[in-house]
């Protein structure tokens, strides 16, 4: 009985939070209120007051919520098999970031940085250093430590690369095609002096 009941609750709570990022990436923070969240979540304004006690911590929780979904696609793109280094990048890039594109959801979170009441950049900066780790991770396992030394990389440092050029392109494109083009040609540029696994084999 109760696990059940923590089970309806949770998935009312990812509802909740789903339905917050959908209003919060439209109308903006400071433009979207608690009456905006709940009816679009289809809950009473004090239901929605039970769960979050005011909207900083409701944007908090349905950003962190929003990272992790974006973790796990990156993750399911860059372990994607048959795929080429270059391609999974690509996708891990525009799972990462693409997504955001004519959104007013990620210059909000730049913006609530600033914010502490907000308490954002320990979620934001932990989910950055999530992002690059696994990027890394694929790089090194589809390059070789002899090309890594003759060009004078980690990858570590190619991974910092691409999600910086990435980060400019969310705000540079005009279209999430346009953002994946930018991604496309930064990721053929970063990886040009490798010798990657598909072509070892």
Partial sequence: MTSTRSTTDSARRERVLAAALEVFGRHGFRKTSMEDVARSADISRQGLYLHFPNKEALFRAAVRQELDTALDEVSRRLDEEGAGLDRRIVAALDAWLGRYVGSMLASDIANMLENPATQLKDVVDTAISAFDARLAAAIASETTENDRRRL?????????????????????????????????????LALAGFRTGEERS
């Fill in 152 to 188: 004078g990389v980690t990858p570590e440092a190619v991974a910092a690369v691409l999600h910086t050029i990435g980060q400019g392109s969310k705000y540079l494109s005009g279209s999430r095609e346009e953002f994946v083009a930018r991604a496309s040609a930064a990721t053929q």
